[in-house]
């Protein structure tokens, strides 16, 4: 696992400058292009309705990817993690934290954008792979377009019924921007994508700040 500069082997230190600049870089949606990396309106909404957060973080847990991979609605998401609390809502309640939920992803990380253009006006190819809903992407793209216009491919995960750390999707993307997988730098706050993706032969960053992730770039240059 690639961690921030300050952390890495010693030996892997050694061998960074020495890697070929990547092609493409492909960034992940929440956490990285956004300045949330979790649905804190909606684990809000629940509180004031006395829901409790680990209710909702378990839930997570079993079924947001299939929300991700398009198999549920944001609101089927939550009606089936309340269900297995034993929580019974009203309809109106569970369409108000799916939309708390999609919400909770609206404000852009200008500095992640800014990189972008800067690393495509360097000749990179950029790539924008999202574990998203069909219910968000065309939020996504009005909101965030400045972010797509950056983007020379884009795989959302709801719309082709794949997601993240699934080898498909990664291989998806790939074949869209027309490099090979050694080629790729990803960029993804999740551990398990980073992981996922360096399986497959590509370079990863954990994002856990945009000057970490710069900074560690930059070690290839």
Aim: overall charge negative; charged content about 25%.
């Amino acid at each position: 696992m690639i961690r921030a500069t300050g952390t890495l082997p010693l030996p892997y230190l050694a061998t960074m400058n020495t890697l070929p600049l990547p092609k493409a870089v492909v960034f992940d949606f929440g956490g990285v292009m956004t300045l949330s990396d979790r649905p804190h309106e909606a684990y809000a909404l629940a509180r004031e309705h006395n829901i409790a957060e680990s209710i909702l973080t378990e839930g997570f847990s079993r079924y947001r990817k299939l929300m991700d991979g398009g198999f549920i609605t944001p609101a089927e998401l939550y009606g089936v993690l309340l269900a297995d609390a034993g929580i019974d809502v009203a309809p109106d309640l569970l369409q108000a934290l799916a939309y708390a939920d999609l919400k909770s992803f609206c404000t852009p990380n200008e500095r992640t954008r800014a990189w972008m253009a800067k690393l495509r006006g360097e000749g990179f190819k950029i790539g924008i792979l999202t574990n998203m809903p069909t219910q968000m992407a065309s939020l996504f793209r009005r909101i965030f377009a400045g972010f797509v216009e950056c983007a020379d491919a884009m795989v959302v995960s709801g719309e082709v019924k794949m997601f993240k750390p699934q080898p498909c999707i990664f291989r998806l993307i790939r074949d869209k921007l027309h490099v090979e997988d050694r080629d790729i730098l990803f960029v993804d706050d999740a551990a398990e994508n980073c992981e996922a993706a360096r399986s497959l032969g590509w370079r990863a960053i954990q994002f856990r700040s945009n000057e970490q992730t710069e900074t560690e770039f930059d070690s290839w240059r």
